[in-house]
Each structure stands twice: as C-alpha cells, then as structure tokens.
T-cell receptor, first 118, second 113 residues
Framework: GAVVSQHPSRVICKSGTSVKIECRSL??????MFWYRQFPKKSLMLMAT?????????EQGVEKDKFLINHASLTLSTLTVTSAHPEDSSFYIC??????????????FGPGTRLLVL | AQSVAQPEDQVNVAEGNPLTVKCTYS??????LFWYVQYPNRGLQFLLK??????LVKGSYGFEAEFNKSQTSFHLKKPSALVSDSALYFC???????????FGSGTQLTVLP
C-alpha cells in the first residue's frame, strides 16, 4: 500500500522557537496533502489543505502565520510551527491523497509527529 | 455540512465474538465514507471505504462495513474479534472541494482475552 512518512517522529523545543515537520509520500505522487492536529484521546482536527505549487487552504480558526505550510513538490509538504508555545504541544499528523486512478479518494496517513513545547 | 457521529466512546468485546463499531452520517448528496484505525502513538491506517456499489464493503484485516442509506449508517463489523484489534477506530466522510475528511469522535475498541 501507499506509504507516507513524517519527520521527526518526536520533537521537544523551547517556547519561542520554530519547528519544521516534514511529510513525504514515498511511493506515489500527492497533489494534495492534509495536516491534522490530534489531542489526547480526541479526534483529528483538520488544520489545512496543502496544494502542490500553490498556497495552502486553512480551516477556520487556524492561524496561517503561525502554521506555515509549504508544498514544494508532489512528494513533500512541510508544516512549520512558528514561535511555538506550550499550547501548541500536540500530535500532528499529515495525510496524502494519491492523485492516480481509483485510489484518489483514499487518504494515506503518516505516523505522526509528537511536539512538546517547554 | 458533512458530518459523522460515533455514538460510543468505548466498545468492549470478548475475543472470538463478533464486533460492531457504530457510525452514522449526515451529508448532502452521495456520501463517501471511510473507516480508519489508529494504534497508540501512531498515524491512521485505512481499513475500507464506500463510494458506490455494493452496500457491504470488505476491507483490511477481516473488517467489513455495511452502508445503510435508510438509516444513514455505516457500521464497522468483524465476525470474530482478535485481541490485536484493540485500537481507536474513526469513521470519516469526505467533503469538497479538496476531498478533505471530516472525522467522527472515535471509538476505543477493547477486545478482552
């Protein structure tokens, strides 16, 4: 099946610093990638839709200047949490949709990145 | 607006017994429905989807789901549960324009040995 990777898997940073999370589709091309945030024992909340070669589309209430998204190629999207604060601590998960054929309705998820801001 | 509801936060079942994880949906137009499973500190794994066709959809690891239009439900089922099936299960519905997914609140399944 399609594989999506995320790096790093876990990161601890000081308050005020910026953190970059990478999301890669390893064996397929993804025109669109999605970034989610998940709190403990809670559902996934969509943050933004990342479109290759164009600006990301953010969900209501998500600060685009705080959560910078770049989708520079068909296999890579990055999420940068700028000036991170403890309330940004969470589990961030990306997904990618295979743009080809019948699989295009299925999103494949990365393993997630645990961010802890001290 | 597209939405799904998972009425049970927790489902417990004995190993070997059949399991059902419930999901109801509310959509305008034809529903595109999905089930995903999440193990602790991991991303989501795709189980199955309904787009069109047969109401009974078969997926990974022996799971299946039945699409019921009259009851607006898409319950996840398995004839014989395994302890290794214990995980967090999410129902999701596709919304446009970018085919984003809206997830239900999740159901924690525990299979008891």
């Amino acid at each position: 099946g399609a594989v999506v990777s995320q790096h790093p898997s876990r990161v601890i940073c000081k308050s005020g610093t910026s953190v970059k999370i990478e999301c890669r589709s390893l064996d397929f091309q993804a025109t669109t990638m999605f970034w989610y945030r998940q709190f403990p024992k809670k559902s996934l909340m969509l943050m933004a839709t990342s479109n290759e070669g164009s600006k990301a589309t953010y969900e209501q209430g998500v600060e685009k200047d705080k959560f910078l998204i770049n989708h520079a190629s068909l296999t890579l999207s990055t999420l940068t949490v700028t000036s991170a604060h403890p309330e940004d601590s969470s589990f961030y998960i990306c997904s990618a949709r295979d743009r080809a054929g019948q699989s295009s309705e299925t999103q494949y998820f990365g393993p997630g990145t645990r961010l802890l801001v001290l | 607006a597209q939405s799904v509801a998972q009425p049970e936060d927790q489902v417990n079942v004995a190993e070997g017994n059949p399991l059902t994880v419930k999901c109801t949906y509310s959509v305008s137009g034809n529903p595109y429905l999905f089930w995903y499973v999440q193990y602790p500190n991991r991303g989501l794994q795709f189980l199955l989807k309904y787009i069109t066709g047969d109401n009974l959809v078969k997926g990974s690891y022996g799971f299946e789901a039945e699409f019921n239009k009259s009851q607006t439900s898409f319950h996840l089922k398995k004839p014989s549960a395994l302890v290794s099936d214990s995980a967090l299960y999410f129902c999701a519905v596709r919304r446009l324009p970018a085919r984003q997914l809206t997830f239900g609140s999740g159901t924690q399944l525990t299979v008891l040995p």
